[in-house]
């Protein structure tokens, strides 16, 4: 295919429907002990941002602050989670990730890579596929911070 070809909305059409079908594929592998989609992606979102208000993670994942209470209420009662007084007001309480909290991220991080790791070996992908994917994984990450 040459330069030519390229047409952005032909690739953006086709990152799409790849992209979809492997985060489907990698949702499904079950963590013993696992955690529900909605409790990843708060404790996910928490990790990334760091100390925050349950109001704010609702508002980033865009879901109600409902929602968000009682995801995060499931995830305190795990120990993953814990609240603590906001150190710039007093009054406010900030929601932290524990040390469990982020070993249960890593499990499941672990266990989504192992997956992928045993899909790519195995004859499945050449040598020069593997290099393709490879130089693939920071232009997808530079892509989805483009978005």
Do not use: C, H, W, Y
């Not at 499931?74 to 040390?99: N, Q």
Request: no cysteine; aromatic share 0%.
């Amino acid at each position: 295919m040459s330069d030519e070809d390229l047409d952005p909305d032909a690739v953006a059409s086709a990152l799409l429907a790849s992209i979809g079908v492997l985060v489907r594929r990698v949702r499904q592998v079950p963590v013993e002990g696992g955690l529900t989609m909605p409790e990843r992606a708060a404790l996910a979102q928490l990790d990334r941002s760091g100390p925050t208000t349950s109001s704010a993670l609702a508002r980033d994942a865009q879901i109600t602050a409902q929602a968000m209470g009682a995801t995060l209420s499931a995830l305190r009662t795990r120990g993953l989670v814990e609240r603590r007084p906001d150190p710039e007001d007093g009054r406010r309480v900030v929601l932290t990730v524990t040390d469990e909290g982020r070993q249960a991220l890593r499990n499941k991080r672990n266990a989504r890579a192992e997956l992928i790791g045993r899909a790519l070996t195995g004859g499945t992908f050449t040598p020069a596929e593997l290099k393709q994917l490879a130089a693939a994984a920071p232009l997808l990450e530079r892509l989805a911070q483009k978005i």
